[in-house]
């Protein structure tokens, strides 16, 4: 009954589902718009059902489409991981350009430690990175502006594929010579103080929930859209922020502040590397993400 369904096809639909778009299921299979109009067409014969209606802001999916997505997504991952073995993509000699979206926690603390590693790794390729804009980032991996995007807010998405890397803990972070906190502070002392939160979409909103929790929202005097921001705002005065432990290390190597282990739970984030399903990943974008896997993980 279906010895004549094309893989293409199936590749097609998979394409057109995770990216919303004509044009850039076009691009990624190096083929042109009326090609992809066409296999759109033959999928509604096949289906008897529209699968795509178009509005202003791209395709949507209909029931059957999305009932289809899962098994037709997951066939096409065994397929592509039967015949990986065949992909090739040579690290110490391709000139390569990848695009990342990072926070701008990301650029502190993860892009440096990427940076060290390329020249030995790959010293033919160069990275472009983009401020994360978590909301819109699956949309842009889906047309093919990104190859992947590092985040600790958990996006559930069908379109993405999520590759943990770590779990990260937070610190109290105080000026180097607050009057009132030292070395160890108790739940008391850390709900007298005044306190500065980041807000925003980057998924640390632990430190706030934890507050929220404990009744001390009323304790935040102050909310910035940046962790840069945090060691500036904390070193000159008597503040109190609750920061990644791995950006609050080195904040406080290089600023007058001090840290601190914090006396209440805060659930730690989850930090992990957004990309392309694989059957959608060029030889190239697989090597980026075990690479970024390996290094940040």
Not at 59 to 71: G, I
């Amino acid at each position: 009954m279906m010895r004549d369904f094309d893989l293409n096809l199936v590749r097609t639909f998979v394409l057109l589902y995770e990216t919303r778009s004509v044009t850039a299921t076009a691009e990624s299979l190096h083929v042109t718009q009326p090609t992809i109009s066409y296999s759109l067409q033959k999928l509604r014969r096949r289906f008897s059902d529209e699968l795509f209606r178009r509005t202003g802001g791209g395709l949507v999916p209909t029931t059957t489409a999305r009932a289809l997505y899962e098994p037709l997504h997951s066939a096409l991952s065994g397929i592509e991981t039967a015949v990986s073995g065949a992909w090739s993509f040579s690290p110490s000699t391709a000139r390569a350009a990848f695009t990342l979206c990072l926070s701008d926690l990301g650029e502190i603390s993860l892009l440096p430690r990427l940076m060290a590693a390329l020249p030995s790794r790959a010293p033919g390729v160069r990275l472009t990175v983009r401020p994360l804009d978590v909301e819109g980032a699956a949309d842009q991996l889906g047309r093919g502006e990104i190859d992947a995007f590092i985040a600790s807010s958990l996006i559930s998405s069908q379109r993405v594929a999520r590759i943990p890397l770590f779990s990260e803990g937070y610190l109290g972070m105080v000026a180097g010579d607050h009057p009132r906190l030292g070395a160890s502070v108790d739940f008391e002392q850390l709900a007298a103080e005044r306190h500065v939160t980041v807000f925003g979409p980057t998924g640390h909103d632990g430190p706030r929930r934890a507050l929220e929790a404990r009744g001390l929202l009323d304790r935040v005097v102050l909310e910035v859209t940046r962790f840069a921001a945090l060691p500036y705002l904390v070193q000159d005065g008597e503040l109190v922020a609750m920061v990644p432990r791995l950006v609050a290390e080195m904040f406080a190597a290089q600023h007058r502040v001090r840290l601190f282990e914090l006396p209440l739970e805060v659930e730690p984030a989850q930090v992990s590397v957004y990309t392309r399903h694989p059957h959608a990943r060029s030889p190239a974008q697989h090597w980026l993400v075990d690479f970024m896997r390996e290094v940040l993980g």
